[in-house]
């Protein structure tokens, strides 16, 4: 690194306020609104020291429709001149991050509880969305024909379960939502057959409820755009998933319909090919199909087949 360009570091960190915000979204990526009510600060004050920080070099910022997001730079120089700072940070800092931490955890609750609330409507929600376009049979189209153990990420009430009973020898559900799992179970209450080869397993997608490679097929429909962190749930696909085991995504492309939010509890605007080709890279899967699916509102969807490496 050139010595102008240590010196452009330290002077925008050469600040409390700027110390502390970069160290934090070392950490977590957050929205301005989440850092002005974690730096307890006003909005103007805390977008100028992060303006600062940009312009160093040191932040990337990520647009999605109205809101903006935050964290430090992930590769390059920069990356390893923080790295080395902040290895001699004191411990009185972590409070920030004890704060940060419980952000994301309101996050996933908010979540929860949004989906709790509309359990008894998701179908007829989904309908709104996918009109005459079937993703439970295009998820069932994709499952191999020798697979054992099929599961189903952000489950829900269980519409893609069905057609997974169908096309394997059993299948796992899980969910973040209790409602959800119940109206899921409910639907095969009259299957006796079905329901003894599903299990239904409540837990949060950055942490499954399943063992390392315990399942030969995963899809994840229409859910990492509700996650903070899309790249940690794909990061524990990859650890469910047997070797050579094939994994689903159906998701939207990134569009500006900021009304998923309030309606859907949408966190993402949908994402980028370019962004689910750079995960999958990352995480050693390789794409052996993707195209994409127009559905209502204007919107569209990506169908990913990558396998695991």
């Known amino acids: 690194m050139k010595s102008n ?39 103007s004050r805390v977008s100028r020291h992060l303006k600062i920080l940009s312009d160093a ?45 419980r952000i994301i955890e309101e996050r996933a609750i908010k979540t929860r509880q949004f989906f709790n609330s509309i359990a008894d ?47 394997s020898g059993s299948v796992i559900g ?24 599903l299990s239904l397993r409540i837990g949060e997608l950055d942490h499954l409820p399943l063992r390392d490679n315990e399942a030969s097929f995963a899809c994840i429909n229409l859910v990492l755009h509700h996650l903070s962190e899309p790249k940690i749930a794909l990061s524990e696909i990859e650890r469910v998933l047997a070797p050579k085991g094939i994994l689903f995504i159906s998701d939207f492309l990134q569009h500006k ?4 939010r309030s309606n859907y509890g949408d966190r993402w605007l949908g994402f980028s090919k370019e962004s689910l080709e750079n995960y999958m890279q990352e995480l050693g899967f390789k794409i052996i199909q993707y195209e994409t699916q127009k559905v209502k509102m204007g919107l569209q969807l990506h169908l990913l087949i990558a396998q695991k490496s």
């Open 121 to 167: 409507d998701w179908d007829e929600l989904n309908k709104e969305v996918l009109g005459a376009f079937s993703l439970p049979l295009e998820v069932q189209k994709s499952v191999p024909a020798d697979c054992d153990i099929a599961v189903d990420l952000g489950c829900g009430t269980g519409e893609v379960l069905d057609k997974l009973l169908e096309a």
């Open 5 to 43: 360009d240590i010196l452009k570091n330290i002077k925008a960190l050469a600040d409390d306020t700027r110390l502390r915000l970069a160290y934090i979204l070392w950490h977590y990526e957050l929205s301005v609104n989440e850092l002005v009510g974690l730096l307890n600060m006003g909005q």
């Open 257 to 260: 319909e900021e009304k998923m």
């Open 174 to 197: 899980v969910d973040g939502s209790q409602k959800m799992l119940d109206l899921a179970r409910r639907r095969f209450t009259d299957n006796i057959a079905k329901l003894s080869r």
């Open 57 to 101: 070099g040191l932040l990337q910022a990520r647009r999605d429709g109205l809101w903006v997001f935050y964290k430090a730079v992930e590769e390059g120089e920069n990356k390893e001149f923080l790295s080395s700072i902040f290895s001699y940070l004191s411990k009185d800092i972590q409070n920030d991050l004890d704060v940060a931490s």
